[in-house]
């Protein structure tokens, strides 16, 4: 059973498309988040939730909108799409008292 | 000064090779220190978890931590072809616990 699920793996779209990246976590963990890695594989953190409360909320362009159904999931929308928003997006999850983060494998986003 | 610096390889050793990574940080406020490991087109995978200084050993793989240097180090004993991947070095803070990356260090076993 994967633990951090994330779909779509590969993306490629259209500047100025909207499109959707979906995640779920079987863990049980309280808390989510989606970071974002560059074409220089450095990670940085866009958005975090703890049961369903948006708790970090880093400076990216108001385009991103993260929704959080329950506290199993984690969606990202993002609105008309710039080539500068391709990269690797990664949805985590993570519980108190428990060390570290669980990582899904990645949604590859590529803007033409 | 960036707040995490990590010696950027690509590192490339022989099987069986001790091979030592390392980070520096400048933030007081990080409070745990972690290690992942990321092979190429997957997740990062996280390797080893500590809050205090000094040594934790996990199998081949022992994290060291020095805070009054604000300095992290992970060494892989008898390494393997199968360790050939980008190792991170992150930094927990804040009640919302927020990760901070390091730029990774590609390393390459040959056999």
């Known amino acids: 059973d994967t633990a951090v699920s994330q779909t779509p793996k590969y993306l490629v779209t259209q500047m100025g498309n909207d499109k959707s990246i979906k995640c779920e976590q079987n863990?049980?963990?309280?808390?989510m988040y989606w970071y974002k890695q560059d074409s220089k594989k450095f990670l940085k953190i866009m958005f975090s939730?703890?049961?369903?409360?948006?708790?970090i909320n880093e400076t990216v362009p108001n385009r991103f909108s993260p929704k959080s159904p329950d506290k199993a999931h984690l969606n990202l929308h993002i609105n008309s799409l710039e080539l500068g928003d391709s990269a690797v997006y990664f949805c985590?999850?993570?519980?108190?008292?428990?060390?570290?983060?669980?990582f899904g494998s990645g949604t590859r986003l590529t803007v033409v | 000064q960036k707040e995490v610096e990590q010696d950027p390889g690509p590192l490339s050793v022989p099987e069986g090779a001790i091979v030592s990574l390392n980070c520096t940080y400048s933030n007081s406020a990080f409070q745990y220190f972690m290690w992942y490991r990321q092979y190429s087109r997957k997740g990062p995978e996280l390797l080893m978890y500590?809050?205090?200084?000094g040594n934790k050993e996990d199998g081949r793989f022992t994290a060291q931590v020095d805070k009054s240097s604000k300095y992290i180090s992970l060494f892989i004993r008898d390494s393997q072809p199968s360790d050939s991947a980008t190792y991170l070095c992150a930094f927990e803070s804040g009640s919302a616990r927020q990760l901070t990356f390091g730029s990774g260090t590609q390393l390459t076993v040959l056999p």
């Open positions: 939730y703890n049961n369903k409360e948006l708790i």
């Open positions: 985590a999850s993570s519980q108190d008292g428990l060390g570290g983060y669980t």
């Open positions: 500590t809050y205090s200084s």
């Open positions: 863990l049980g963990h309280d808390t």
